[in-house]
């Protein structure tokens, strides 16, 4: 099994920044892809961003250009660099790991409150 954490949520005006954190611990050897997803009152969850063990990093459209995943293997981590933060980016942030793809079924997180304010 694995198990994944999240946090750094939190507070932020609109444009400013926010560093989220994912931990995974348990089997993580077998763990291929972490992304993250965000799911806004009354709406679906939504895929954000995902990094391979290569390091190989995909981002969605509304996020491109402002949001920075990267990995630290050692801490088995994975990092959510928000930068120019938009009221539209408030959302509760999970955290799921992947054997394979973000496809894949996978291990889900608790979830991290994000809230930007105007």
């Known amino acids: 099994q694995v198990q994944v954490v999240e946090s750094g949520g939190g507070l932020v005006q609109a444009g400013g920044s926010l560093t989220l954190s994912c931990a995974a611990s348990g089997r993580t050897s077998s763990i291929n892809v972490i992304g993250w997803y965000r799911q806004a009152p009354g709406k679906t969850r939504d895929w954000v961003a995902d990094i391979n063990s290569g390091s190989s990093a995909n981002y969605a459209d509304s996020v491109k250009g402002r949001f920075t995943i990267s990995r630290d293997n050692a801490k088995n981590t994975v990092y959510l660099q928000m930068n120019s933060l938009k009221l539209e980016d408030t959302a509760v942030y999970y955290c799921?790991?992947?054997?394979?793809?973000?496809?894949?079924?996978?291990?889900w997180g608790q979830g991290t409150q994000v809230t930007v304010s105007a």
């Open positions: 799921k790991a992947s054997h394979y793809n973000r496809y894949s079924v996978g291990y």
